[in-house]
């Protein structure tokens, strides 16, 4: 990935990360409540192969119209068991998305600054694995205990503790992304619970940017 600051503006982007079944979303909607624009990666990366989109038309140029539905859209579960057992072809759909994505990262980021925003949230769950530190201007992390983040993974998608552990083993450990955290929010607790660390969490934001 770019090591080019992702957002040449004034306003405060914060990366928000962690692992997987950590319970991103739900923190993303406290800020989003409290006015802060969210952009989600996930999301964009869905946007930004939409029909008749470049990179869209550029999957196909390569991995041929298989990995489209009859409706014209991209099938990611048929694509992604092409990329994910072949490093090339991952590199190859990386090179073709990454760029697309930044775009419309910077096109959202420009909109909310437009718009008299102070902050926004860039929620990236591979924010630290794909070299994101440099683009935003701080990183928070949300972690919850290992056999939590285990149960909630296992309820979340029906699977069995191996499976989810699996999938677990193959993220960078919760340990090692709250080193890269300024803020580390720990969502292990009851919804009550959380809110509190988030207010807390809202407050000290708020009043740095303000004082």
Do not use: C
């Not at 048929?78 to 090179?95: A, Q």
């Not at 450990?173 to 955290?181: A, C, H």
């Not at 660390?197 to 407050?203: A, G």
């Amino acid at each position: 990935m770019e090591s080019a600051q992702l957002i040449p503006h004034k306003i405060r982007v914060i990366g928000l990360t962690g692992g997987i079944a950590t319970g991103k979303s739900s923190i993303a909607r406290f800020f989003a409540e409290k006015g802060v624009p969210i952009i989600d990666a996930d999301q964009l990366a869905r946007d930004v192969v939409l029909p008749v989109s470049p990179a869209l038309a550029q999957i196909v140029a390569h991995f041929g119209s298989d990995v489209l539905t009859q409706e014209g859209i991209l099938d990611r579960k048929r694509l992604g068991t092409i990329v994910f057992s072949n490093p090339d072809k991952r590199r190859l759909i990386e090179e073709i998305l990454h760029p697309e994505i930044r775009k419309l990262s910077e096109i959202r980021i420009s909109e909310a600054d437009a718009a008299g925003h102070d902050r926004l949230i860039y929620m990236a769950p591979l924010l630290l694995e794909a070299g994101g530190n440099s683009r935003v201007d701080t990183i928070w992390v949300v972690t919850v205990h290992p056999e939590i983040q285990l149960e909630r993974l296992m309820r979340r998608d029906g699977i069995t503790r191996d499976q989810a552990q699996k999938i677990i083993d193959s993220q960078m450990p919760l340990s090692e992304k709250e080193r890269y955290g300024s803020v580390v929010i720990d969502n292990s607790g009851s919804e009550t619970e959380t809110r509190k660390i988030l207010e807390s969490v809202w407050s000290q934001e708020t009043g740095s940017s303000n004082g």
